[in-house]
């Protein structure tokens, strides 16, 4: 079945380096979110991209959907503590009636 | 105060035991979805509904059963049939099902154990 695969699974930074973790599909998407999810939180809604190499940028974090609308990437200049937490990637088959099929999420560890 | 509920946060039964996690939303969503989170796989699709009184399969439904009888409530029953139940389970809505997916807003989770 559809697959969407995300690394690094896990990810220890220095307070102020940055992070990138990457997504990619086995087939091309209709849209893409992105999710934090805290420790012992639970997922929160941070953006979507839906058009073919979007950028959009919140702040410190940088999202962009690849050309071919398969890959996608989450970058985050000059981490602070409170980035710690899951990033989870969810993409969306142009074929599905709204299923969301998630990446098995980054791990971001940052040392202060 | 809009949102998810779950309860309870935490749950333990016994093997064999059917258990019932419930889920309600104030937001009047039309879709509902549950999901199962384990170490380092990410979020599982069990069931989704996308209107009252009708659901879908997700990717690991066997062993789980839905019911969406009112459109805020979408309750998840564990059954015996489930090999292995323990996990984070997280029950999430969104305003509408269409080709251009909408955000899921998620519950606080239930994390359940059976020993």
């Known amino acids: 079945g559809q697959q969407v695969m995300q690394i690094p699974q896990y990810q220890h930074v220095q307070e102020g380096e940055d992070f990138t973790t990457y997504c990619n599909s086995s087939?091309?998407?209709?849209?893409i979110q992105w999710y934090k999810q805290r420790p012992g939180g639970h997922p929160v809604f941070l953006i979507q991209?839906?058009?073919?190499?979007e950028v959009k940028k919140q702040k410190r974090l940088t999202f962009q959907f690849g050309e071919a609308k398969k890959n996608s990437s989450l970058h985050i200049t000059a981490t602070q503590t409170t980035d710690v937490g899951t990033y989870f990637c969810?993409?969306?088959?142009?074929?599905?009636?709204?299923?969301?099929?998630f990446g098995q999420g980054t791990t971001l560890q940052v040392k202060p | 105060d809009g949102g998810i509920t779950q309860s309870p946060k935490y749950l333990f039964r016994k093997e064999g035991q059917n258990v019932t996690l419930s889920c309600e939303q104030n937001?009047?969503?039309?879709?509902m979805y549950w999901y199962r989170q384990d170490p380092g796989q990410g979020l599982r699709l069990i069931y989704y509904?996308?209107?009252?009184?009708?659901?879908q399969k997700g990717d690991i439904a066997e062993g789980y059963s839905v019911s969406r009888e009112k459109k805020e409530s979408f309750p998840l029953t564990v059954t015996s049939a489930q090999k292995n139940p323990t996990a984070f389970y997280l029950c999430?809505?969104?305003?509408?099902?269409?080709?251009?997916?909408?955000?899921?807003?998620f519950g606080p989770g239930t994390r359940l154990t059976v020993t």
């Open positions: 969810a993409g969306k088959k142009s074929s599905n009636t709204g299923k969301l099929i």
């Open positions: 937001l009047n969503h039309d879709a």
């Open positions: 999430a809505s969104s305003p509408t099902v269409s080709t251009r997916a909408r955000e899921q807003y």
């Open positions: 991209l839906v058009k073919s190499g």
């Open positions: 509904s996308q209107i009252v009184n009708d659901f």
């Open positions: 087939t091309t998407l209709s849209n």
